[in-house]
């Protein structure tokens, strides 16, 4: 996520998608076209499966959150035409013919192009009640509140933005990504729309859901371009897609399979693996140097209270990269840590910049920092590990520094991404809602009255009182 905020990751144009004309992967311009369908036989590997879906949003996943409202209309244009398409390669796809239009949709979070839209993209961040958990009694407090901590966090967040050139580069790079993976399911005989939706900022993951509408899909598969599963990352992009099929018709009968994580799958371990052992490679010791993985952090209580399988996930990742490096004989130590914390509240441990005052301490030389839970490059990795983080490090005695990049179009890589869209196919089927529980309607006639009351006390301290507003501006910054 975005640097000195809880989440980044990229934007593009406004419900973007890749369409039958020429197409940028990764700095080269191919000439794609669109047709496809699938029919698949294959068991899945990953993370995938349908949800069950509350009226209210809710799921076994995460808690509901509120469809963030569009902020501006932009035009997109695609030219998804019915086709046919027969499988026989290797993944053991059918060879039945069928008539069906096939659309994958990335989701991410988001990031600012400009430094004009670092407040805006913030406000929207901190609207969103998975980052900001109130309580429910206080919950109508989310936008006022979240007002008020982008209009401080702003100046500070320019400045980070500011050092990488002025905007997060998540856009352009996401784009790549889906170029990449366009030409990676053709490659599989599948030939599928791409579409790009942020949770934060443009192209929002409502106006991608218009054009799938739009172009008339008839099968989706969800990709979080996440490979762990956080309720503050996958969780409320996927319920922004829950909201929309308890009200739309249309998504309500789509056949949709949503992957939910997959950072288990082969490729994607042997990726990694293939970076970190390469940049291993040039230091003058390579054995000496610690693998140091930091991961982007998340509150304590999302674990403990909210049930997030992040921290679990998150470890088990670790594991199997590791395992795959000592398969090839590499025995470096390793360590992971948790960053880009932000507030007074207590977040997973242990914190990346303290472990590397640690390090550094118990006299460690030569450390490779691995951004483990970023697939892009962006602010958390070009500004905060590239420069604050190296910065701490090398003041603290570390003496050779390297970090790994993040995967961006590593071709491995996007073939394990195909691969999975490819399996994730046969388990798509229309998601599941049900109607409201009684017990819920009653709560919500019960807590009227005392949220009006106790909420506009709250909302006149927060807002009205110089003295706190004063000093909660200092805890933030």
């Known amino acids: 996520m975005e640097r000195g905020v809880l989440g980044s ?95 994958v949709l990335l989701l991410n979070l988001g990031g600012p192009e400009t430094l004009d839209d670092v407040q805006p993209f913030l406000f929207n961040l901190f609207a969103d009640p998975d980052i900001i958990r109130l309580p429910r009694l206080f919950r109508f407090l989310q936008r006022p509140l979240a007002k008020l901590i982008s209009t401080f966090r702003a100046p500070k967040s320019k400045e980070g933005y500011a050092s990488i050139g002025g905007g997060s580069p998540l ?30 900022w443009y192209p929002f993951t409502e106006e991608a859901i218009d054009q799938i509408k739009n172009d008339k899909i008839t099968k989706l598969v969800v990709l979080p371009l996440y490979p762990q599963y956080s309720i503050s990352t996958s969780g409320s992009s996927i319920r922004v897609l829950q909201n929309i099929v308890k009200e739309d018709s249309y998504f309500a009968g789509l056949p ?28 003058s010791n390579p054995e000496e140097a610690m693998i140091f993985f930091s991961a982007h952090g998340v509150p304590l209580t999302y674990v403990e209270d909210a049930g997030d399988p992040y921290r679990d996930q998150m470890e088990d990742c670790i594991t199997l990269i590791m395992g795959e490096l000592r398969s090839r004989g590499i025995l470096n130590s390793h360590t992971l840590a948790y960053q880009s914390r932000v507030g007074p509240v207590q977040w997973l441990k242990p914190y990346t910049d303290e472990v590397l005052v640690e390090l550094g301490q118990k006299g460690v030389k030569s450390l490779l920092a691995v951004p483990v839970s970023f697939v892009s490059e962006h602010i958390e990795t070009l500004e905060e590990i590239d420069m604050e983080y190296k910065e701490l490090a090398l003041e603290s005695g570390i003496e050779n520094w390297g970090r790994v990049p993040a995967l961006g179009c590593t071709s491995t890589f996007i073939s394990d991404l195909a691969d999975a869209v490819v399996e994730a196919l046969p388990a798509a089927s229309a998601l599941v809602t049900r109607k409201p529980d009684d017990t819920d309607s009653d709560l919500d006639l019960m807590h009227y009255l005392s949220k009006m009351f106790l909420g506009s006390i709250l909302a006149f301290i927060l807002l009205l009182s110089p003295r706190l507003i004063s000093a909660f501006r200092n805890t933030m910054l």
């Open 256 to 283: 949709i399979s949503i992957i939910e994580s997959w950072y288990q799958r082969d490729g994607y371990v042997k990726s990694m693996a293939d970076l970190i052992e390469k940049e291993l490679s040039a230091f």
């Open 171 to 200: 856009r352009k790079i996401t784009d790549e990504q889906a170029n990449a993976l366009k030409i990676a399911l053709e490659k599989k005989n599948l030939h599928a729309n791409i579409y790009v939706g942020m949770r934060y």
């Open 9 to 103: 990751r990229c934007a593009a144009g406004a419900g973007h998608i890749l369409g039958k004309k020429s197409a940028t992967s990764c700095g080269k311009t191919t000439s794609t076209s669109f047709a496809g369908s699938t029919k698949h036989e294959q068991n899945l590997h990953g993370n995938v499966k349908p949800l069950q879906l509350a009226a209210n949003g809710s799921s076994c996943l995460a808690n509901t959150s509120p469809v963030l409202k569009k902020q501006r209309n932009l035009s997109a244009r695609s030219s998804s035409a019915e086709v046919v398409t027969t499988f026989d390669d290797a993944k053991g796809v059918s060879s039945s013919v069928v008539e069906e239009k096939i659309g």
